[in-house]
Every structure is written in C-alpha cells, then in structure tokens.
C-alpha cells in the first residue's frame, strides 16, 4: 500500500497567501472603498488659526469699558440696600424704645452721636439717661456712608440729636432723616406722636 506524501511547507504556504489574495480582491470588489471626506481647510494655509494679540487687547479693552459703565450703577445699587436695610435696623430700634418707654412708663430715647457715627439707646435714671442693659440698647455702628439726622417735621435741622418717648409712648414730634451721599433719602417719623413710626421717602408724606 503506498502513501501520498504531503505537499512541502513552502508550496502549502504559498496556497494559503494566494487563497488570502483572492479573497481580498473579492471583498474589495463586492465592497468597494469611498475616500473619507475632508475637513475645508482654515484660513492660514490650513494651519489652524487662533486669536491674535490685537483682538485679545480689543476684547479687554471692550470690557473695560462695559465694567467703567456698569461700576457706578452697581454702587448705587449697593448704596441704596445699604440704606433701606439701614432704615429697617433704626426703625426697629425706635420701635423697641417707644415699646419699653410705655410698658416701664419712663421716658427712653435713641441716641445718635456723630463723633462715633453710633446709635444707642438710654432710659430715664433719676435724673439723667443712662444705656439701657439690654441687647437692644447696646450702641451699634451705623455704615460711613449713611449720614443720620435729626429733623423738624418742617424739615429745619433739630437742637437735639436724639428721638424721646414719653412714659405714655408718645413720640417726639421730629423726622430722622437718612442719606446715602448719592441721593437715595429715606425719613422715619409718625403721623401723630402716638401712631406708628414709618419710612417715607418725604417727612410730609407722614403728616396729617
């Protein structure tokens, strides 16, 4: 019985390189390859372009100029919170006062002082008005741009630099007067001496 002897390495690998090249020119014929589609080229010789030094200065100098325009509006903003939360803080002060002055039945004032751009409140002590020992009466700072005055209801300046309550919680007939420096004016003052205090923006707009 003779045996077939098997072909040699090289022939059968030979085959197996023909049998693959055949095979990829069948698939490159069913599917034939499309080139990709490019990307337009920029500006530049295609190179990609990036912003020079004089748009970046144009850039910041534009917003130098939005922020020069934006700043003082900003501030008056800041300002005029800053005065409303300012006249909400004394309103409550002032309130507190009279309410101690008519439940103790001894007169109370809020005292302002210019030198220390303070406010505090005092209480009648035998003969003279003494701080009261009270959180609420403990002397608070007020802002450096809030300026407070006191005021007739004719809107001439007052000799005095405190607002009294009497020991029936009457108020004294005068306005505190506050003011921003940038022309936001807000007053605190009562119809009556015996109606509530409010803020108005014109002590006549409280007046009977």
């Known amino acids: 019985m003779m045996l077939l002897e098997p072909l040699p390495l090289q022939r059968e690998g030979q085959g197996r390189v023909r049998l693959g090249e055949l095979l990829s020119e069948q698939f490159n014929r069913t599917y034939p390859r499309y080139p990709l ?7 530049g010789e ?3 372009r990036a912003f020079t030094l004089i748009e970046l200065i144009l850039v910041m100098v ?4 939005l922020l020069a325009i934006a700043a003082p509006r900003l501030d008056a903003f800041s300002r005029g919170r800053v005065i409303d939360a300012q006249a909400n803080m004394l309103l409550a002060r002032l309130n507190a006062a009279r309410d101690r002055a ?5 007169p109370c004032r809020v005292e302002f002082d210019d030198q220390t751009h303070s406010v505090r409140t005092t209480e009648q002590i035998g003969g003279t008005f003494e701080p009261i020992d009270d959180p609420e009466g403990h002397a608070s700072t007020l802002p450096s741009e809030i300026t407070v005055k006191i005021e007739e209801l004719s809107g001439t300046p007052s000799v005095n630099n405190w607002v009294g309550f009497s020991p029936t919680g009457e108020a004294d007939p005068v306005a505190v007067r506050l003011d921003n420096g940038v022309g936001d ?7 009556t001496p015996l109606e509530p205090l409010a803020i108005v923006s014109t002590p006549e707009a409280a007046t009977p």
């Open 37 to 43: 589609p490019q990307p337009l080229p920029l500006k």
């Open 46 to 48: 295609g190179r990609d």
């Open 62 to 65: 534009l917003m130098l100029i």
């Open 102 to 106: 008519a439940m103790r039945a001894t």
């Open 185 to 191: 004016v807000l007053y605190i003052v009562a119809r």
